[in-house]
Nanobody, 120 residues
Framework: QVQLVESGGGLVQPGGSLSLSCAAS????????MNWYRQAVGKERELVAG????????DYADSVKGRFTISRDNAKNTVYLQMNSLKPEDTAVYYCKTDLWTGRRWYGYWGQGTQVTVSS
């Protein structure tokens, strides 16, 4: 079955860096675009970054452009999110997500999330 497992979250001071990983299994990773989302307490889940199946195209939310970098290693079935110059407003649970065609419709699969806290 499809599994997405995030890791790498934690507590970091403002201005610091963290690198998140999402290990995928149960589908053809190299054929599938991947996304990172985040959800802060009391807020809706928002798209942070996306990457195409081969990694040639990336997209970012305006709030993280220039600070976050999404990448992937198709040999390791893993997608990454490098987060630099972190701000308190980046505090959230971060999720990776992919959308797969089931034969009848697209279905979104989510990981369990990893907490990122930016605080002094």
């Amino acid at each position: 079955q499809v599994q997405l497992v995030e890791s790498g979250g934690g507590l970091v001071q403002p201005g610091g860096s963290l690198s998140l990983s999402c290990a995928a299994s149960g589908f053809t990773f190299s054929s599938t675009g991947m996304n990172w989302y985040r959800q802060a307490v009391g807020k809706e889940r928002e798209l942070v970054a996306g990457i195409s199946s081969a990694g040639g195209r990336t997209d970012y939310a305006d709030s993280v452009k220039g600070r976050f970098t999404i990448s992937r290693d198709n040999a390791k079935n893993t997608v990454y999110l490098q987060m630099n110059s972190l701000k308190p407003e980046d505090t959230a649970v971060y999720y990776c997500k992919t959308d797969l065609w089931t034969g009848r419709r697209w279905y979104g699969y989510w990981g369990q999330g990893t907490q990122v806290t930016v605080s002094s």
